[in-house]
């Protein structure tokens, strides 16, 4: 069976500095597709980054880059120069082509940054 | 980007009473919706898969009576809380499916949520 862990259920960073967030996995399935998602306290899920099983690099979008480790089954979250606004709660999940298209969400991880 | 609306945003209902929550793609067209629920700061459950034309597929312990799913065009799916009871009070989630070109997998882009109080 397929599963997210994200083992930091809370996380505070200082504003201006960088932070990663944990995600481990753990599947069979060569075909998968990593995401991450930003909850903010409105509640509205924000894609932020995607990372494919078969991509050969790291995908960065802005500020976000996912540190991708395959061998290990990691695909860590890193946020650069973090802005107060970042404040949310931030998840990890996974896609797989066998699963109709379901999800496989991490419990999250609430990132607080301070000034 | 993908953009997923859904309404209404926050509701408050009596006990018994049925509420129907719609979510709808805008700009894309959407083969398969999910809802999901959440309770605070917890994770999203997946509480059904929502196929354009086709019955909804419910998650094992989802009473499909109760939470009844209508997937009735490419840009609309509906959620329907038969009978509501404060236990069913929580905050639900829409997401729709779109194949992006280059990606392994389909992203899901999500609706920004509607907020159900059953009192």
């Known amino acids: 069976a397929q599963k997210i862990t994200q083992t930091q259920p809370g996380m505070f960073v200082q504003e201006k500095e960088a932070v990663t967030l944990d995600c481990t996995y753990d599947t069979s399935d060569p075909s998968y597709g990593l995401f991450w998602y930003k909850q903010p306290s409105s509640g509205e899920m924000i894609f932020l980054i995607y990372q494919g099983s078969y991509d050969q690099q790291n995908a960065t979008e802005g500020r976000y880059s996912l540190n991708f480790q395959k061998a290990r089954k990691s695909a860590n979250l890193v946020i650069s120069a973090s802005q107060l606004g970042d404040s949310a709660m931030y998840f990890c999940a996974m896609n797989f082509n066998t699963n109709a298209g379901k999800s496989t969400f991490g419990d999250g991880t609430t990132l607080t940054v301070k000034p | 980007g993908a953009v997923v609306s859904q309404h209404p945003s926050r509701v408050i209902c009596k006990s018994g009473t049925s509420v129907k929550i719609e979510c709808r793609s805008l700009?894309?067209?959407?083969?398969?919706m999910f809802w999901y629920r959440q309770f605070p700061k917890q994770s999203l459950m997946l509480m059904a898969t929502?196929?354009?034309?086709?019955?909804?597929?419910?998650e094992q312990g989802v009473e499909k009576d109760k939470f009844l799913i209508n997937h009735a065009s490419l840009t609309l799916s509906t959620l329907t809380v038969t009978s509501a009871h404060p236990e069913d009070s929580s905050f639900y989630i829409c997401?729709?499916?779109?194949?992006?070109?280059?990606?392994?997998?389909?992203?899901?882009?999500f609706g920004p949520g509607t907020r159900l109080t059953v009192l």
């Open positions: 997401s729709a499916s779109s194949r992006t070109s280059g990606r392994v997998t389909d992203t899901q882009y």
């Open positions: 929502s196929n354009e034309g086709s019955k909804a597929t419910y």
């Open positions: 700009d894309f067209q959407a083969t398969t």
